[in-house]
């Protein structure tokens, strides 16, 4: 039972748009010597976009908004998400950096609320998975079955 609701989670995560095959590359370099890497990695994640939107918040509080800083901060958000496979986080991030690039204020804090949104229910999903997998061990990697 225990077994089959990781596995359901896991593809939960990829049907409902949170992940992607970058996760899938991670989970494929995860191994004996390292059982944790994708939990390490996505931990790290975490707590280095944690930091940035903090950053960005600031940011955001600056009169006149300085867009070209905003997107930096975003790029590196982005390449984070490129890197873990978060996509929902990524694709908000995108659509926040778009408003950037059209300075448009109203526009990136409501992309930027969203991002903050879509990365707080992505922790909360993958702290379960996690918890959950060091109960039972790792599920079985590979594509899911109806990613794209």
Known sequence: MERSQLVNMRQALFD??????QFVRL??????????????MITLFFSDSARLIQNIEQALEKTPMDFSELDNLLSQ???QCLSTGTKRV???CTQCREHCKAEDEEGCRRA??????????????????FQLATQIGPVETGSPSSSK
Do not use: C, W
Not at 16 to 21: A, T
Not at 112 to 129: G, M, N, P, S
């Open 16 to 21: 409902e748009g949170f992940l992607g095959e």
């Open 27 to 40: 989970e494929e370099l995860q191994d004996d010597s390292e059982p944790k890497f994708v939990e390490e």
């Open 77 to 79: 958000v982005n390449g």
């Open 112 to 129: 930027f609320q969203r991002l903050k949104e879509e990365r707080a229910t992505l922790k909360h999903k993958l702290d379960a998975y």
């Open 90 to 92: 990524q694709n908000e």
